[in-house]
Antibody
Framework: EVQLLESGGGLVQPGGSLRLSCAAS????????MSWVRQAPGKGLEWVSA????????YYADSVKGRFTISRDNSKNTLYLQMNSLRAEDTAVYYC??????????????????WGQGTMVTVSS | ETVMTQSPATLSVSPGERATLSCRAS??????LAWYQQKPGQAPRLLIY???TRATGIPARFSGSGSGTEFTLTISSLQSEDFAVYYC??????????FGQGTKLEIK
């Protein structure tokens, strides 16, 4: 079964840091670009960051650029999101999502066919 | 920035009837448009990509159409499990992967 499982969310103070993980199973992880998408409470979806299958290319939304770092360990089938200098407006459920469903898609432009269950990040004092 | 605008914000439809949801892009996204369904407490589920291609396992009652700036998601005969929030997403322009604000499909 194709599956993504996020972990690492929690409560953090403004200015703090957190690292999210996303464990993948059921597919050849290294063959697919991956993204993080977040959803603030009661709000819509916001793409955050993407990484190519090899990990050599990374992309960020302006709202997180310079504060968040996406990475992956293909030997462990795991995606990461290092979040620094967190702000109240970063409070959201963070989903990892698998790309690659669109034929010939060029990272980071893609649709997402598999999503994790999400992990909640709350930034508050 | 490509702004995705969905209408209506809420759509009330009876089971068995047809539902038509709209998505408009502020500039052309070609056919690089996806639709997702999200139920409370769950992750989004991909329904349509390439504006009209159903994702794996999606029932034929879901169909997508459009290109450029105007897109439609049609659900031909609503089932009880179809009542949810629907999002469109463009993956053509920078910044990438912008979503609409969502349409809530509720039971009439």
């Amino acid at each position: 079964e194709v599956q993504l499982l996020e972990s690492g969310g929690g409560l953090v103070q403004p200015g703090g840091s957190l690292r999210l993980s996303c464990a993948a199973s059921g597919f050849t992880f290294s063959s697919y670009a991956m993204s993080w998408v977040r959803q603030a409470p009661g709000k819509g979806l916001e793409w955050v960051s993407a990484i190519s299958g090899s990990g050599s290319s990374t992309y960020y939304a302006d709202s997180v650029k310079g504060r968040f770092t996406i990475s992956r360990d293909n030997s462990k089938n795991t995606l990461y999101l290092q979040m620094n200098s967190l702000r109240a407006e970063d409070t959201a459920v963070y989903y990892c999502a698998k790309g690659g469903v669109v034929p010939a898609a060029i990272v980071p432009y893609d649709a997402f066919d598999i999503w994790g269950q999400g992990t909640m990040v709350t930034v508050s004092s | 920035e490509t702004v995705m605008t969905q209408s209506p914000a809420t759509l009330s439809v009876s089971p068995g009837e047809r539902a038509t949801l709209s998505c408009r892009a502020s500039q052309s996204v070609s056919s690089n448009l996806a639709w997702y369904q999200q139920k409370p407490g769950q992750a989004p589920r991909l329904l349509i990509y390439g504006a009209s291609t159903r994702a794996t396992g999606i029932p034929a009652r879901f169909s997508g159409s459009g290109s450029g700036t105007e897109f439609t998601l049609t659900i031909s005969s609503l089932q009880s499990e179809d009542f949810a929030v629907y999002y469109c997403q463009q993956y053509n322009n920078w910044p990438p992967n912008s979503f609409g604000q969502g349409t809530k499909l509720e039971i009439k």
